[in-house]
């Protein structure tokens, strides 16, 4: 790759004379660095050519429409089912206090919701740990895309893999009667989590899985045996399976 790079170069440079070859390796570097730009031409290249014949993809009975955006390439990994699922129980909740643990929805769209992350930096983010934050008034909906596999794994701190069951315990705790927990976690990528999960450590009410079925980034819904023991980044990048955790709190 570096030869033909160089051997590319060298002909432009021949060709073209000194001002422009550094012209154009300015104009390479920039292309490569900066990523908003090439983030946004690979978007609209995909949405063009791949979205018409990859739209929606179902969970729990309901069609759900694939989510493409050029932050975090939502699609080429789990983000693409992820965001949808988690909005639509967002919009069923209409105006009712929601609480959002680890800051990701709000790069996508628009939201005045209260959002607790411990390491991102923002005005409208509460700085603080999920396993011991305190709120003043309980949530009727508390939801996480793909934040809690990392408590307790790739924290700054020692490694604790107890610490994500205090944390959901303390979620929980969070909740209004009649509130709810929905949470989605990659498979594979915390084995202690997977254990957790595993042994129904987790007091979900209700859980589903999703697999990745397809380089294209196709998923469906499947049972535990399907996807228990998946991989991470194997055989395609990123999740190759999630799991949907749903914990309702009794009245």
């Given amino acids: 790759i570096m030869t033909g790079i160089w051997q590319q170069g060298k002909a432009v440079y021949q060709s073209k004379g000194f001002w422009w070859f550094i012209f154009s390796v300015f104009r390479f570097t920039f292309f490569l660095a900066y ?91 509460i700085n603080e740990d999920i396993a011991h934050f305190r709120s003043e008034k309980p949530y009727d909906l508390i939801v996480s895309i793909s934040t809690l596999e990392h408590i307790g794994w790739d924290e700054s701190d020692s490694r604790n ?51 990745r079925v397809s380089k294209q980034n196709e998923w469906r819904e499947v049972g535990y045996e399907e996807v228990r023991g998946a991989r991470y980044d194997y055989p395609f990048h990123a999740a190759n399976a999630i799991v949907i955790g749903i914990f309702k709190k009794a009245i």
């Fill in 35 to 125: 990523n908003p730009i090439r983030n946004r031409f690979l978007h609209h290249l995909y949405k063009t050519f791949r979205r018409p014949f990859l739209k929606n993809f179902f969970f729990h009975g309901l069609s759900h429409e694939y989510f493409y955006n050029s932050y975090n390439f939502t699609w080429c990994n789990e983000r693409i089912v992820e965001v949808p699922i988690i909005m639509r129980f967002i919009e069923e909740a209409g105006n009712k206090r929601i609480l959002e643990v680890g800051n990701v929805l709000s790069h996508y769209v628009a939201h005045d919701h209260d959002v607790v992350d411990k390491y991102e930096r923002s005005s409208m983010i």
């Fill in 161 to 211: 893999p107890e610490k994500v069951i205090k944390a959901f315990d303390n979620m929980a705790d969070q909740l209004c009667p009649n509130g709810n927990i929905v949470v989605t976690m990659p498979l594979g990528y915390n084995p202690d989590l997977d254990e957790i999960i595993d042994k129904k450590r987790l007091p979900f009410t209700r859980q589903y899985f999703l697999k």
